[in-house]
């Protein structure tokens, strides 16, 4: 068992990185956490649904913290026709995102994927990736809750594959082993991202802690054995995509937490406890470096970060916000690092 490990900084392709004052904080603490090239979602307060907004947020980061690489995504929406994706392919944006409706913050104007198929159907011929948060609302009648909202969703992206079976589509923040065998029947085309808290976490973890909470919720011990399979097999298709959403302490606090759990500031040193934990460190450098770059077609992933193995300790609290598993041990170490 190695006790350096030394990796590329890594590709972290789903993150919150907010804006305003929490971006100031955010975005620095996400270089610091290992992360070199980020995948930035949309979902601010107003949703960046045009092209003009996407490109400001992206000058107000680079700003903010000029070493990150930002690949940015605009929301996917109705009102986005054929002339808007091409104009968003033209200015580099990489990543049409969908929400469903209400499911997670600010999402109250996204309409359904088969609104949206003019701009699925351009993102297919422009080269644009269609990233789906995959839940179904909440609905008591049909039986459709936290639980299992992820698989209630999985048949609209089976749906929306064969519908464009060229279209990269990325399923976002697996959670379920019902969407691992969804997507071993689906084709190359169709990719996932697996946050680091889901290969921890299960819903005993965020009934009792708002830090653990997010959407989707971590599922039971079946559904987390199913995503600690996925990635210590090599499939090439699972890679890193943190979904690191910070909140203020407040809005985490009462009895209605804010969704979304905090890891950039700790995302390398996380990643190799949990691989290490696992068995699989050797899988490490591809789940976090190679394999999204290569769905998203990117130049190898640059930079350097050393990992050591001796414990580190999660702070409590860090400007005031507050990171997954605060005051706990991790057995690795981020290294300084210049680059
Ligand atoms: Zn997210």
């Known amino acids: 068992m190695p006790d350096t490990l030394t990796l590329p900084r890594l590709d972290d392709l789903h993150v ?119 839940e179904a609302p909440d609905d008591p009648a049909q039986g459709i809750d936290r639980m299992n909202a992820e698989q209630a969703f999985l048949p609209q992206l089976v749906a929306l594959h064969q519908r464009f079976p060229r279209l990269r589509i990325i399923f976002e923040h697996a959670t379920s082993a019902a969407a691992i065998s969804t997507l071993a029947d689906l084709g190359p085309t169709v990719a996932a991202t697996i946050t680091p808290h889901h290969l921890l976490l299960t819903a005993d973890d965020w009934q009792t802690d708002p830090h653990s909470y997010c959407k989707p919720v971590a599922k039971t011990a079946a559904d987390r054995a199913a995503l600690q399979a996925v990635v210590a097999s090599g499939d090439p298709r699972y890679f890193l995509g943190s979904d690191s959403a910070p909140h203020p302490a407040a809005a985490k606090a009462g009895n209605q937490p804010a969704a979304g759990i905090f890891t950039a500031p700790i995302l390398a040193p996380l990643l190799a406890d949990i691989f290490d934990t696992l068995g699989c460190l050797d899988q490490l450098p591809a789940f976090a470096t190679t394999r999204g770059a290569a769905f998203y077609d990117l130049p190898p992933a640059q930079g350097r970060i050393s990992l050591q193995r001796r414990p580190s300790r999660i702070p409590a609290q860090i400007n005031g916000l507050i990171p997954l598993r605060a005051g706990h041990d991790l057995k690795w170490t981020l290294g300084a690092c210049k680059e």
Do not use: F
């Open 16 to 134: 919150h990185l907010r804006q305003d004052a929490l971006a100031a904080q955010v975005a620095p603490l996400t270089w610091t956490g290992g992360a070199g090239r980020v995948l930035v979602m949309p979902n601010l307060r107003p949703a960046l649904t045009t092209v003009e907004a996407v490109l400001a947020y992206r000058a107000a980061l680079q700003a903010i913290e000029p070493r990150l690489d930002y690949l940015m995504s605009i929301c996917l929406h109705p009102g986005l026709d054929r002339s808007a994706v091409r104009a968003a392919a033209a200015a580099g944006i990489r990543v049409l995102k969908w929400y469903p409706h209400g499911v997670t913050t600010n999402s109250s104007l996204t309409g359904s994927l088969s609104e949206c198929a003019e701009a699925c159907a351009a993102a297919q011929d422009e080269g644009l990736i269609v990233s789906l948060h995959g």
